[in-house]
């Protein structure tokens, strides 16, 4: 693990210069280069202070994977079926709950409906790959159809309904995370 080198994008994701980190972790901007450019190793404690002033800490900056995975297979993804509504989920991206986001892909047989999404703090766009169906958001119809999209704040509750004769599949992404 490069240290210095994260230490160094944290510090610019959270738009800091060194001067300042090193304000913030009273050590000196000569310090902060050097540990960047890994010419030098902190202390436990120094390490400890300067990701305090970056917002994270020993566990969280240490946990993280260096080899993050950013392009995903059939194999990587994980389905559910839901019978009764007559629907099937695919999480195109595996673990998505942890992140801000979770996109998925729902199929909706002809006649079936999506569970309804109560209210909630945040929001969801989604994308019509194949078929149409309607949005029903809080009593009202929407259709969209093959080629069109949808995007709301989740404060009514709302679901997705197949009225055609063919499937329907959407790519329906939530941030944060409520599949």
């Known amino acids: 693990m490069n240290i210095g080198e ?6 610019i994701m959270q738009g800091l210069t ?3 980190l090193a304000d913030r972790s009273e050590l000196t901007k000569g310090f902060i280069s050097q540990l960047e450019r890994d010419l030098t190793s902190p202390s436990i404690t120094t390490l400890v202070d300067i990701l305090e002033a970056l917002g994270t800490n020993l566990k969280d900056f240490f946990n993280e994977l260096d080899d993050e995975k950013y392009v995903f297979n059939i194999e990587d993804m994980f389905e559910v079926e839901n019978e009764e509504f007559g629907y099937k989920i695919i999480w195109v991206v595996p673990n998505a709950q942890k992140n801000e986001m979770e996109p998925i892909l729902i199929e909706i047989n002809p006649n079936g ?10 929001e969801e766009f989604g994308y019509v790959v194949e078929g149409e169906m309607y949005l029903c958001n809080n009593g009202d119809e929407h259709l969209v159809s093959k080629g069109e999209s949808f995007y709301l704040r989740g404060k009514k509750s709302h679901y997705l309904k197949n009225k055609s004769k063919n499937v329907a599949k959407v790519i329906w ?6 599949f």
């Open 113 to 122: 409906e999506s569970k309804e999404i109560l209210p909630f703090a945040g």
């Open 6 to 11: 994260r230490i160094k994008n944290l510090r």
């Open 173 to 178: 992404v939530s941030s944060p995370p409520i």
């Open 18 to 20: 060194q001067e300042e």
